[in-house]
């Protein structure tokens, strides 16, 4: 059995408003393994950025805090270290692909300075100025940028090549762990799958463990080793690629997911959406927190929250799969 390189127990985050206070995450606990990914998928508002925000300490300092909770890194407590700690892991050893490659990189400093200021924030006693020259070369070629074009800047590059840039940040340091919230996002389809490709590329060549945030249960299938499903702030349904894609038994939940998913082998074309929203983090519904949503509601299920139903590596947090099952008519 594979060691596990990131654990995050019993994790609770809220975020102070003007409205009130919204709980973001909820006693989430996640388990990433050494040189394997998982995938975290959900609706937007689930809580999965948090939870990557979290791992690194990156929580708007006057709204957000983390309120309990652990986040081992190599058996090392995160929420424990020191803020000098922390920079020393950023960029290192664990570092973030975030969503929006427009705003993510500075726009008045040129990409190549962008990518040598992580080398030589971690590297600097190591390296001479030529050093991070020639790795700043090698980091844009590997993601597929020529090595002469480091000296422009974020907007003289397409949406894609954008991304591309953001990733060669990513990698700078050749990180242990890699966070990827939603690195697609906002690219077009092509550019999507040549983003994937070679982000799958660059883990196997520098044995990365990956965590992946996606709304595309297509890019989990291809890229995850494991996946876990979020839902107002819970994890509700996690395991293998396997136990969720080819189990019998899925949360309501998951089930609307894979429903929303184009089939072109399905007879019937029209896809079947969730109906309803996601609740309001800051009043969220008693017991189950899909249960205003679920057809399959259980008058248990409007008081009591759901148990952490078990089989082997297929965890699901559901009462139907407890016990009582008192079907509502």
């Not at 040189?35 to 948090?50: H, N, P, R």
């Not at 090698?138 to 990733?167: A, C, D, T, W």
Request: hydrophobic share 35%.
């Amino acid at each position: 059995m594979k060691e596990s390189m990131l654990e995050i127990k019993d994790l609770h985050v809220v975020y102070r408003t003007e409205a009130g206070e919204v709980k973001a995450v909820n006693d989430v606990a996640l388990s990433v393994k050494k040189g394997d990914v998982l995938g975290i998928v959900g609706e937007t508002g689930a809580g999965k950025s948090t939870t990557a925000l979290s791992v690194l300490r990156l929580l708007p300092e006057r709204t957000g805090k983390i309120t309990r909770g652990r986040i081992l890194f190599d058996g090392e407590d995160l929420l424990t270290m020191t803020e000098a700690d922390m920079r020393a892991i950023r960029g290192e050893r664990i570092s973030m692909i975030f969503q929006d490659p427009m705003t993510s990189l500075n726009p008045v400093i040129p990409v190549g300075k962008q990518i040598a200021e992580a080398i030589r924030l971690h590297q600097a006693d190591s390296k001479g100025q030529e050093s991070v020259e020639k790795r700043v070369d090698e980091i844009l070629e590997l993601v597929g940028i020529p090595s002469s074009r480091k000296n422009e800047y974020p907007h003289q590059f397409s949406g894609g090549m954008k991304q591309r840039v953001g990733i060669s940040v990513a990698l700078a340091c050749e990180p242990e762990l890699l966070i990827a919230d939603e690195p697609t996002t906002a690219l077009d389809v092509t550019i999507q799958a040549q983003v994937l490709s070679m982000m799958q590329d660059l883990k196997q060549k520098l044995d990365m463990s990956m965590v992946l945030i996606t709304h595309d249960l297509g890019v989990v299938a291809e890229m995850c080793d494991d996946v876990a499903v979020m839902y107002a702030g819970e994890i509700i349904e996690s395991g293998t690629v396997d136990d969720l894609f080819l189990s019998e038994k899925r949360h309501p939940y998951t089930e609307g997911l894979f429903g929303s998913i184009p089939d072109i082998d399905r007879e019937e074309r029209r896809l079947h959406p969730i109906d309803g929203l996601m609740p309001d983090p800051v009043d969220l519904p008693e017991g189950c927190k899909f249960h205003p949503r679920c057809t399959r509601c259980m008058e248990i299920c409007r008081t009591e929250k759901p148990p952490q139903n078990a089989d082997g590596t297929h965890m699901i947090r559901c009462h139907l799969f407890s016990e009582e099952k008192e079907m509502i008519k």
